[in-house]
């Protein structure tokens, strides 16, 4: 079978097989009703209304009364002067709004328009009480503060009537703009302060009358008055917590007031006995100073375990005590590791190593001793420490770094009692002394290059520990002077200190640079600086031309640079010829 073929259509359209005749009938049936509709529609007469009752008469009377009614009040509240008096608007709105109330109850049917009307009423008169209570409630207030000016009764009631209107009107069915919660919150703390004022009067003239017997000495009175003071604060406290009378803290300072009077007398006790101990101490008394105090900090003590609540307990007093007592007891060794010390650098001046040895070893011994058994001491020197375990660890080093060292070290010209090397630091002599290297170009002959300005003080602080004598970076006269004159030109052309100098002649070098190596070349040298960020790199690099010196290239830099081309050499505060 062919599912795709068209179906064909007849050449002539089906013959219905309904009568003609029905056909027509319909038709004129149709019509007749629809003139029927039309004549009924149009032409027949009205039916009669239904009949009305007396009751329902009456009602539709009197509905018909009230809405005029309501009509002419509205009328009335428009021509009302805005000005006048609020009660005659309030009367005119109480009838209008019992009148509408009346109007909904008898209507058969309720509408919408009822209740939008009745709502707009309720809203005026609300606005109108409102009015009304805040000028009312203003009032009140104003007369409470004239009765409070004058010192008369009646104060605080005038005030609460002030606040229970303004309540009202911030509760009520008024427009927001007549509402004021600020002021409903100002009366209301302003009422439980007034309110409260008498108890805190007599709070704080019994608390007055128990400090006054604590200053007589009457403990057992000063005792029970604290006791009264404490309970009014705790009324105040629960009754009156929105004033600025509540005050949670106060319980607990009046009950530490009330611990103080038990813990006077040990306070009074542990007060004789530090006095005690520092007029002991004044006349070299240790023995007596320390016991004395020894006993304070047992007052102490007892204060914090038995009277906790009371002023004088005191954690840091105990540990101030102690460490008293402690920097008391350390005062002897202390002085006598300074002493030790002080030997030790004179024999590290005179290079008499051993003996040095021996006594570095012996005041490390003692401090470290000191600092075990009395932690909290005070006055132990930090740089003290430092330098005694310093010497100590690096014992095994000290000969060759001293040999080293005065290897190195020439006179300054024209300060003879100040010695310079005769080169930068070369890099052996830093490692012996700081037990590391920052160099780039490694090599033990040559100088220590990328070192920072600190690394350089610290070098000189340390070397200064192994020699017992001063060691620092050279100022700018001191290089100009191991310079020579040559710097001079130099020097003022960088606007260094003290002016111009005179110029060797061609072929020529300073006679003082005979002796110190690499000032004009090799890596430039950190000099001495104040306090600062920056400071001043000499040499580095120069060039002669036509057998002329040109000028040292100076250059400031920050202290924490770290560049292959800086080194540095020192100065040692010691006069190599005397020895000292």
């Keep these: 079978m062919n599912f795709d073929k068209e179906p064909e259509l007849p050449d002539t359209p089906p013959v219905s097989t309904r009568p003609r005749w029905l056909l027509g009938l319909l038709a004129v049936v149709g019509l007749g009703a629809a003139a029927f509709f039309a004549y009924w529609q149009f032409a027949a007469p009205p039916a009669a209304p239904l009949a009305l009752t007396a009751e329902q008469k009456k009602i539709l009377g009197e509905i018909a009364y009230l809405e005029g009614r309501l009509d002419i009040i509205a009328a009335d509240l428009a021509r009302l002067d805005p000005k006048s008096p609020p009660a005659a608007r309030r009367q005119l709105l109480e009838e209008a709004l019992e009148r509408q109330n009346r109007l909904r109850r008898l209507r058969p049917v309720p509408l919408a328009a009822d209740e939008l009307r009745l709502a707009e009423w309720q809203t005026k008169l609300g606005d109108t009480y409102a009015r009304e209570w805040n000028l009312q409630s203003e009032e009140l207030e104003a007369e409470s503060a004239l009765l409070q000016k004058q010192k008369q009764?009646?104060?605080?009631?005038?005030?609460?009537?002030?606040?229970?209107?303004?309540?009202?009107?911030?509760?009520?069915?008024?427009?927001?703009?007549?509402?004021n919660y600020g002021r409903e919150a100002r009366l209301e703390q302003d009422a439980e302060r007034l309110d409260a004022e008498p108890l805190r009067a007599e709070g704080a003239r019994v608390l007055a009358e128990a400090r006054a017997s604590v200053a007589a000495g009457r403990w057992t009175a000063a005792l029970?008055?604290?006791?009264?003071?404490?309970?009014?604060?705790?009324?105040?406290?629960?009754?009156?917590?929105?004033?600025?009378?509540?005050?949670?803290?106060?319980?607990?300072r009046l009950d530490a007031?009330?611990?103080?009077?038990?813990?006077?007398?040990?306070?009074?006790?542990?007060?004789?006995?530090?006095?005690?101990?520092t007029a002991a101490a004044t006349a070299q008394k240790l023995d007596e100073?320390?016991?004395?105090l020894a006993e304070a900090v047992a007052r102490q003590k007892l204060i914090n375990e038995q009277f906790a609540q009371s002023r004088f307990v005191s954690m840091e007093r105990l540990e101030q005590l102690e460490a008293d007592r402690q920097t008391l007891r350390a005062r002897a060794v202390l002085t006598e590791v300074r002493e030790l010390d002080h030997t030790a650098a004179g024999h590290l001046r005179r290079r008499e190593l051993f003996q040095s040895q021996q006594l570095l070893g012996l005041a490390l011994e003692k401090l470290a001793s000191a600092v075990v058994q009395l932690p909290k001491a005070r006055g132990i020197d930090e740089e003290l420490r430092q330098r005694l375990s310093y010497l100590n660890l690096r014992s095994a080093d000290l000969v060759p770094i001293q040999d080293q060292t005065y290897d190195l070290l020439m006179p300054l010209p024209g300060r003879e009692q100040f010695a310079l090397l005769k080169t930068e630091v070369p890099q052996a002599l830093y490692v012996r002394v700081m037990n590391g290297n920052p160099s780039r170009n490694p090599g033990p002959t040559l100088p220590v290059d990328s070192v920072t300005y600190a690394?350089?003080?610290?070098?000189?602080?340390?070397?200064?520990?192994?020699?017992?004598?001063?060691?620092?970076?050279?100022?700018a006269a001191e290089f100009r002077a191991a310079v020579g004159d040559g710097f001079?030109?130099?020097?003022?052309?960088?606007?260094?200190?003290?002016?111009?100098?005179?110029?060797?002649p061609a072929g020529e070098k300073p006679a003082n640079a005979l002796g110190f190596h690499d000032l004009l070349g090799n890596v430039a040298e950190w000099l001495a600086a104040d306090a600062g960020d920056t400071a001043v790199l000499a040499g580095g690099s120069f060039t002669e031309s036509r057998g002329q010196l040109q000028a040292l290239p100076l250059r400031r830099a920050a202290k924490t640079e770290r560049a292959r081309t800086n080194g540095f050499r020192v100065v040692v505060e010691f006069d190599l010829a005397a020895g000292r």
Excluded at 155 to 160: D, I, M, S
Aim: hydrophobic share 45%.
């Design 153 to 179: 009764p009646g104060v605080v009631e005038k005030l609460k009537e002030a606040l229970r209107l303004q309540r009202e009107v911030n509760g009520g069915l008024a427009d927001q703009a007549l509402k």
């Design 224 to 252: 029970e008055l604290y006791g009264r003071a404490r309970d009014i604060q705790l009324k105040l406290n629960h009754e009156y917590a929105r004033t600025r009378f509540a005050d949670l803290l106060a319980v607990d």
């Design 257 to 277: 007031e009330m611990a103080s009077l038990s813990a006077t007398e040990a306070h009074d006790q542990l007060e004789a006995l530090v006095t005690q101990a």
């Design 289 to 292: 100073a320390d016991r004395l």
């Design 455 to 475: 690394e350089a003080g610290e070098f000189c602080r340390r070397l200064g520990w192994v020699l017992g004598a001063t060691v620092r970076l050279p100022a």
């Design 488 to 504: 001079a030109t130099a020097a003022n052309a960088w606007g260094l200190e003290n002016g111009p100098g005179k110029s060797q």
